[in-house]
């Protein structure tokens, strides 16, 4: 059940004296040096720095104007090992994934954090956490039910929510104050959308504008509730009523989400309203507010415009479950490029072969992915991918050309 007021909780959360949500500065500069040594890459710089373009033998890589690391990630690492040397002895749990990344999530496994597992029908178990352990709350953040949970454990908990889907909650704080229902642009069972429901009173997830017309349909010309219920069960918040919680509506979004879809999304139901109560009573029946954080617009718009270039194939980088960099790759497919969405340097094996998920399916493997002759490459990785990564696939990609029979060292395929 949603907390009698979830704005009250977060302000008890900021004045006591066992939540840290901005790092510990004492210990800031020996984290950064760690996090530069780890994730930064010097081949990624030199390319930044020659207009995001590399060539090698017949092999020319273009690398998008804004990619990997954004603001919020770098931030929640950051507070992840600042946090390591400010309790050393203590054991350290994530509630989730820091970031969507395997291999910065093996580095804090190896620092000694643990993750949170999940039982077999989805639920977290907490149970292995004792009240003097640490907790990290992720850059997702955390549902309100967690965030009971561990006040009233008393774990001292560090807070790495990223400020922009903070921002959010307090979008969606205003809708629950003005009794309106919160339509979230997301995926409803990603850990930021079940966050972000968590702090509404009533909320409805939408994936996308296809979703969102029949909602809309719904709204202007009504329908079967119970069809409806199908449909949305799970993206509802408990015991809603379409005919009753359609009346007043709020936008708000999963940050990752695709901006333009978002836009559409918010522009389509704001006609909806106005359709259905006229210009003088919007005000009561809309609320909207731009939550679509800007290293996520950024991304995309530096996708659109490595599109532009005149690229033979495109690769892009990052966690097969992370959101923003699943948008990166839709992009890519929208322009008709064959594209590749891969989660790291192991995915890339020769003689010329390469591991990769298709959009809504699972990961497969394809053969000669990388044409003969001269190639143009584009390159992009989501907002949880370091540097050091897409490094790492750049010289898998040139070995291929260069040492076609004979594997790079310590490339065992995974998954293969
Ligand atoms: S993608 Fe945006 S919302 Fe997500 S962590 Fe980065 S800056 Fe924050």
Redesign the pocket.
Known sequence: MPHSDPRALRKALRSSSTYFAKGFEEYKDQAQRELQTTYKSRLVEQIRAQSYRYQRGDITIHLAKAFGF????ER?LEYAYEARHRFPDRQIWITNEIIHNPLVNRHLQEMGIRFVEKSPDGKKDFSQIRPEDVVIWP?FGASVSEMEFFRSQGNEIVDTT?P??SRVWNQVDKHRAAQFTSIIHGKYDHEETVATSSFAEKYLVVLNLEEAEWVARYILEGGDPEEFRRRFGKATSPNFDPDRDLERIGIANQ??MLEEETRAIAKLFEITMLRKYGPQELDKHFMSFNTI?N??QERQDAMFELLERPLDVVVVIGGFNSS?TTHLQEIALSKGLPSYHIDGPDCIQPPNRIRHKPLHQDPIVTEGWLPDGPVQIGITSG?STPDRVVEEVILRIFALREQPQTPPQGSLPLGF
């Open positions: 954004c603001w919020g990630v929640a850059a990223c922009w889907v940050t990752t954080c290293a996520t923003n907002a």
